[in-house]
T-cell receptor, first 115, second 113 residues
């Protein structure tokens, strides 16, 4: 059974710092990995999607890497801002049968950026 | 595009009552799914659909029914509400023929007394 772990559970850093969030998964047979952001009381917003054949994806100040063989992904946030404060979740997926995409989520890292 | 919409935003039920959580998407996505999010448990898949008329169970399907008569709509029915179904429910959609990026609705916060 696929298990996804995110460490640390919470992280607090001063504004302007570069930081790394970690995600590990137990089964390397994944289709893709996604990083999401969730603000309190809100739904999830997709930040980056990395296909299993890719090593990394970038969007603005965000960079996500994927190492399937070791079962790890990292989300790098450059020059952090208070607006980056949120919970970040990673999810791995595989595709079954008629194209059903199954996702397994980590518990998330609650990030606080202090002004 | 409105993306994925969910109604209601909040709901309080008494044990034994039934209700339907509504979900709609306007992105012509084939794949839709329902998750529940509970503290310490993360997000868990309840039911999913790969297209109109096709549904299947996820990790925690007991006590819930779904149907998919159109590409746009994917309602979740609680048959006889129980306190264990107190949770935040999210609907998601994906697959427009090019990408599996998941788009989530804003959620429904359900309390069962």
């Amino acid at each position: 059974k696929q298990e996804v772990t995110q460490i640390p559970a919470a992280l607090s850093v001063p504004e302007g710092e570069n930081l790394v969030l970690n995600c590990s998964f137990t089964d390397s047979a994944i289709y893709n990995l996604q990083w999401f952001r969730q603000d309190p009381g809100k739904g999830l917003t997709s930040l980056l999607l990395i296909q299993s054949s890719q090593r990394e994806q970038t969007s603005g100040r965000l960079n996500a890497s994927l190492d399937k063989s070791s079962g790890r992904s990292t989300l790098y946030i450059a020059a952090s801002q208070p607006g980056d404060s949120a919970t970040y979740l990673c999810a791995v997926s595989w595709v079954e049968g008629q194209g059903a995409q199954k996702l397994v989520f980590g518990q998330g890292t609650r990030l606080t950026i202090n002004p | 595009n409105a993306g994925v919409t969910q109604t209601p935003k909040f709901q309080v039920l008494k044990t034994g009552q039934s209700m339907t959580l509504q979900c709609a998407q306007d992105m012509n996505h084939e794949y839709m799914s329902w998750y529940r999010q509970d503290p310490g448990m993360g997000l868990r898949l309840i039911h999913y659909s790969v297209g109109a008329g096709i549904t299947d169970q996820g990790e925690v399907p007991n006590g819930y029914n779904v149907s998919r008569s159109t590409t746009e709509d994917f309602p979740l029915r609680l048959l006889s509400a129980a306190p264990s179904q107190t949770s935040v429910y999210f609907c998601a959609s994906s697959w427009d023929g090019m990408t599996y990026t998941q788009y989530f609705g804003p959620g429904t916060r359900l309390t069962v007394l």
